[in-house]
Nanobody, 123 residues
Framework: QVQLVESGGGLVQAGGSLRLSCAVSGFAINTYRMGWFRQAPGKELQFVAGVDWSGASTYDDSVKDRFTISRDNAKNLVALQMNSLKLEDTAVYLC?????????????????WGQGTQVTVSS
């Protein structure tokens, strides 16, 4: 059974940090590209960061230089380190996996999704 389980969300003050984790079971992530998305209240799901098989990463401009995505294939886990958090980072964060080459920013290419973890940034 495929499962992606996010953890590490919570309430943090602006300027603070959080580290999200996505534990994967049911398949080996070393053959998948992994992504993090987020959905703020009343808004569409938005690409945040992605990492391919080689470990090369890509970010949305809104989080570049603040967030870092990483993968640990041995532990079948993906993480998102979030620093210098802003009020506008408040959202539910979801991890996802895709076996498709290309379009890592596109929701439609992802095969599997987690349920999400809430991140709330306060002033």
């Amino acid at each position: 059974q495929v499962q992606l389980v996010e953890s590490g969300g919570g309430l943090v003050q602006a300027g603070g940090s959080l580290r999200l984790s996505c534990a994967v079971s049911g398949f080996a992530i070393n053959t998948y590209r992994m992504g993090w998305f987020r959905q703020a209240p009343g808004k569409e799901l938005q690409f945040v960061a992605g990492v391919d098989w080689s470990g090369a990463s890509t970010y949305d401009d809104s989080v570049k230089d603040r967030f870092t995505i990483s993968r640990d294939n041995a532990k079948n886990l993906v993480a998102l380190q979030m620093n210098s958090l802003k009020l506008e980072d408040t959202a539910v964060y979801l991890c996802a996996a895709t076996s498709v080459y290309g379009g890592i920013r596109l929701l439609s290419v992802y095969d599997y999704w987690g349920q999400g973890t809430q991140v709330t940034v306060s002033s």
